[in-house]
């Protein structure tokens, strides 16, 4: 399982067109779940650097 961050998202914090995130984790309907807390938690974290990124800007 990987996240996949959007080509914005990917542009802004790595410069690179994509950006994956390996999980290390089977494809499962519990993973998928763990994933999507995971995802929810990475959002968060972006949101919050994207906004302290265009405060400085």
Known sequence: MRL???TKVSQVFSGKRQV???LG???TSENRQWAE???QQY???LIAQMQD???LA
């Open 25 to 27: 984790r089977a494809d």
């Open 43 to 45: 959002q968060l974290i």
């Open 20 to 22: 994956y995130k390996g």
């Open 4 to 6: 996949q961050f959007s």
């Open 37 to 39: 807390g995971i995802g």
């Open 53 to 55: 990124y265009l405060t």
